[in-house]
């Protein structure tokens, strides 16, 4: 989950992706909370590709990223970008990232399709094998400035089918890496 904000609806639609792809896939899907993983900017002596960590917290998110077969990065759009825990918890790790495989989920009041085009920019910088589909939910302006309550199942129909799409490409991804 891409949003730390206190007030964020990352994880309702985070778990409606998960909740999705394990219905979907025989993909193992864990959603991962940046709020869960404190990692202070710039506090590692070396840089990341160098990969020697002397933070606890770092080497325990380098454990936690090589663990992962892929992942999905379900984030807000924030004035035209990406949050910048996001940016941080990607810029901590450089070799945990490579060819793995990844899908992007954006959502805002446009859908955030900006934002998913600066997250596929770095990504390709830690060569992570990304889908070609990034899936822009747009949300409706109550559910994003008063929080209005909102029903993923119920409101995002129309996102089902690039998401339905997205998963199926990450899959097979996920699942030609296994074999070679």
Not at 78 to 94: F, S
Not at 152 to 160: G, I, N
């Amino acid at each position: 989950m891409g949003s730390a904000r206190a007030a964020r609806i990352c994880p309702k639609i985070a778990e409606w992706i998960a909740a999705i792809g394990r219905a979907r896939t025989n993909l193992f899907i864990e959603v991962v909370d940046l709020t869960d993983w404190p990692l202070p900017m710039d506090d590692e002596p070396g840089i990341p590709a160098l990969g020697s960590y002397v933070q606890n917290h770092t080497r325990a998110w380098s454990n936690k990223i090589k663990s992962a077969d892929g992942v999905i990065f379900v984030t807000a759009q924030y004035d035209w970008g990406y949050p910048a825990v996001l940016k941080n918890a990607i810029d901590h790790l450089y070799h945990e990232w490579l060819a793995k495989p990844a899908m992007i989920v954006t959502y805002g009041g446009h859908g955030g399709d900006k934002c998913a085009e600066q997250l596929r920019q770095v990504l390709g910088a830690v060569k992570m094998q990304l889908v070609p589909i990034a899936p822009g939910i747009v949300l409706p302006d109550n559910v994003i400035r008063p929080g209005a309550p909102f029903d993923p199942d119920r409101d995002f129909q129309l996102h089902l089918g690039p998401i339905h799409s997205a998963l199926a490409e990450l899959a097979d991804q996920m699942n030609a890496a296994k074999v070679s």
